[in-house]
């Protein structure tokens, strides 16, 4: 069984300041990828970073990093010098068990970039 | 290149009514799947397409019917409303890709749908 656990509903940073939101997984597959998306307040997924499993290193986007820890489980997204266009939900995904480039999905987090 | 569309944008239902959901992608993707979201979770896969006639279930599938006739385009079903129903809508699309690459789906702008 597949699992995402994203245990901050919310946060807050101030703006240009680094944030990082957290992302536990837990799955049977040896291969897996985990994703991040950012959902701002018109409602689109946008896709921000991508891990594969056996990537050698943290996956860099411009200001968005993914602080992979594979024997911890974790995958947390690093948002670096905030911008108050960073205020949204974000949700860590991972390739899903039913193949055909599904995702499963956590419950997001609501980050407010404060002026 | 229009990606992924989306029609309606909002859609208010009256309990036992039907509708179908329009999705459609001219990326020529392979793959295509619809999800919803309700308030507090993520987004939960519904039902998706690996090909043109071929469609499978979801985590959430009851309620719903696909089909897929097209390439492009892969409509959602719903035969007879019900409140639990009342979500957000999102179709996505992609890229038949080997597990482990980085094939991202693409989604549509959602479908507000409200049952009353």
Excluded at chain 1, 1 to 25: H, N, S
Excluded at chain 2, 17 to 43: I, K, V
Aim: hydrophobic share 30%; aromatic share 12%.
């Amino acid at each position: 069984a597949q699992k995402i656990t994203q245990t901050q509903p919310g946060m807050f940073v101030q703006e240009k300041e680094a944030v990082t939101l957290d992302c536990t997984y837990d799955t049977s597959d040896p291969s897996y990828g985990l994703f991040w998306y950012k959902q701002p307040s018109s409602g689109e997924m946008i896709f921000l970073i991508y891990q594969g499993s056996y990537d050698q290193q943290n996956a860099t986007e411009g200001r968005y990093s993914l602080n992979f820890q594979k024997a911890r489980k974790s995958a947390n997204l690093v948002i670096s010098a905030s911008q108050l266009g960073d205020s949204a939900m974000y949700f860590c995904a991972m390739r899903a068990t039913t193949g055909a480039n599904n995702l499963f999905f956590g419950t997001g987090t609501r980050l407010t970039v404060i002026p | 290149n229009a990606g992924v569309t989306q029609t309606p944008k909002f859609q208010v239902l009256k309990t036992g009514q039907s509708m179908t959901l329009q999705c459609a992608q001219d990326m020529n993707h392979e793959y295509m799947s619809w999800y919803r979201q309700d308030p507090g979770m993520g987004l939960r896969l519904i039902h998706y397409s690996v090909g043109a006639g071929i469609t499978d279930q979801g985590e959430v599938p009851n309620g719903y019917n696909v089909s897929r006739s097209t390439t492009e385009d892969f409509p959602l079903r719903l035969l007879s409303a019900a409140p639990s129903q009342t979500s957000v809508y999102f179709c996505a699309s992609s890229y038949a890709g080997v597990a482990g690459r980085t094939d991202t789906q693409y989604f549509g702008p959602g479908t507000r749908l409200t049952v009353l």
